[in-house]
């Protein structure tokens, strides 16, 4: 009767170990998905932000006094449309020892721009959308003036070239 009971007692410390290590592995796999989440609502802001900027025709100074000089048409209102915002995890970046993650931007223009206008516009998005992550994470004095790249605790964020569909 003696063994028996002291055989429950080490069955239950086991299973609660078992239950212990699942919780903390869980834990540590949610904490990072949260991590993805605000990552991806800052860079849905940021290129919202980047829109509305662009499309306005509001700019710094010395960007108006460029755009004023080569690329007039951007000066004029314009809609953009943002088709789809992604990210993909392309590796391990071994100089800051984190995971690498990509955005992607998809939109469309009203306009007929040509390629360089575009990819001022895209330039002016993606800004935006590492800006707001820096912002998000609290990580703006880590990173440069074009907040490229942008980090968060486990991760480096960059941005792929705005696509026009």
Do not use: C
């Not at 003696?2 to 699942?22: A, D, F, N």
């Not at 009203?110 to 330039?123: F, T």
């Amino acid at each position: 009767m003696i063994e028996r009971r002291g055989q429950i007692s080490g069955e239950y410390l086991l299973i609660t170990g078992v239950l212990i290590l699942i919780i903390m592995i869980s834990a540590v796999l949610i904490y990072n998905q949260q991590e993805l989440n605000i990552a991806m609502a800052a860079a849905k802001n940021g290129v919202n932000d980047g829109v509305v900027a662009s499309s306005s025709g509001i700019y710094p100074k010395q960007t108006y006094n460029d755009y004023s000089k080569s690329k007039n048409s951007l000066l004029l209102p314009y809609s953009v449309e943002v088709v789809n915002i992604s990210y993909s995890q392309i590796g391990s970046d071994s100089l800051y020892d984190k995971q690498k993650i990509q955005f992607k931007v998809y939109a469309k223009s009203s306009k007929d721009l040509s390629k360089k206008q575009l990819d001022s516009i895209g330039d002016r998005i993606n800004y935006n959308l590492r800006k707001s992550i820096a912002i998000s994470f609290n990580s703006t004095s880590a990173t440069n003036k074009l907040y490229n790249p942008v980090f968060s605790p486990h991760y480096v964020f960059t941005t792929a070239n705005v696509k026009w569909v």
